[in-house]
């Protein structure tokens, strides 16, 4: 099917603004932030109880933290989010609305964290970073939601993270893993199909590359490439991608792979969607229910 009509404007938009990979990384972040916070329609966040900022260990040094409270008595589930941004951009602001739609409609303690990005920390540092914060949030289930379910999740590049965290901190109850990025080398019909003009395109994909990466990075290193890990007991997972994504196929190679490994999957491809959908409720009827939809999976899995 086409591109949800209802995404046009918004692709228009994007594609008048300069590229992502002609920009430097301090650009690219500044740009990211307009379009995902400057740019979103005021009222339009999930309300919750409350919003609180935190701090969280990571590998090298304490990461911040946002924590976002449900409506209600607890004890709750608590779930850790990672943001997108190709482990280079986003942050704690630009993926808000995501975790607020989380925590409302799990009824979850989010635990939203802002790991280090490269070019700056080069790989695998996000994903120590990532491992060590489910690490110390797990041992402090007390002080956020309180009951003894634990959940990750994460978009893109915060998938990717997710989905290493699962790889190995054991006791995760469950995983929603959004258009996540799950091997760096590979070959998927659809990088090619959709490399260009769906938002993320493969100059971009390039460009994040050159960024966290070195020339003896190890590409299939499980802790940049989850598909490569140990899958033998992974946790549930809700796995979501979208039609016209270049990370479609590799999304759901690592569907197949965790159920070839024993592992209870929702997968589900959106058709007529992009690459971050996720963040487009605003803007299409058609994001908002997909959004609501694979909540909703992932709730059921904390919530069996």
């Not at 979103?40 to 933290?65: F, H, I, N, Y």
């Not at 006791?171 to 998927?188: E, K, N």
């Amino acid at each position: 099917m086409p591109v949800d009509p209802q995404l046009a404007p918004l692709l228009k938009l994007i594609e008048g603004g300069i590229p992502l990979h002609e920009l430097s990384p301090v650009e690219a972040r500044a740009s990211y932030r307009k379009l995902t916070v400057d740019f979103r329609p005021p009222g339009t966040m999930a309300e919750v109880a409350s919003v609180q900022d935190d701090k969280v260990a990571g590998a090298e040094g304490a990461l911040a933290a946002k924590v976002y409270r449900p409506e209600g008595d607890g004890p709750v589930p608590t779930v850790v989010l990672f943001h997108g941004g190709g482990f280079v951009i986003g942050d704690l602001d630009t993926h808000e609305a995501m975790a607020r739609s989380v925590c409302r409609d799990t009824r979850s303690v989010v635990v939203a964290v802002d790991y280090r990005l490269a070019p700056e920390a080069k790989a695998p540092a996000a994903a120590e970073d990532a491992i060590a914060a489910v690490r110390d949030i797990q041992s402090r289930l007390g002080e956020y939601g309180g009951s003894e379910v634990l959940g990750v999740t994460g978009d893109s590049a915060g998938g990717n993270l997710a989905a290493v965290a699962a790889q190995h901190v054991p006791g995760i109850a469950a995983q929603l893993l959004i258009y996540p990025t799950t091997t760096v080398l590979g070959d998927f019909p659809s990088r090619e199909e959709n490399a260009h003009g769906y938002f993320l395109d493969a100059p971009t994909l390039l460009w994040f590359l050159t960024q966290f990466s070195v020339a003896d990075t190890d590409l299939n290193d499980p802790r940049t490439s989850p598909l490569h890990g140990n899958l033998e007991g992974q946790p549930p997972a809700v796995v979501i991608t979208a039609e016209f994504d270049p990370l479609r196929d590799e999304g759901i190679a690592y569907a197949e792979a965790l159920v070839a490994a024993g592992a209870q999957v929702h997968q589900h491809t959106y058709p007529g969607l992009i690459h971050g959908f996720f963040d487009m409720g605003p803007w299409s009827a058609t994001c908002q229910q997909a959004i609501d939809e694979s909540i909703a999976l992932f709730a059921s899995l904390l919530r069996p």
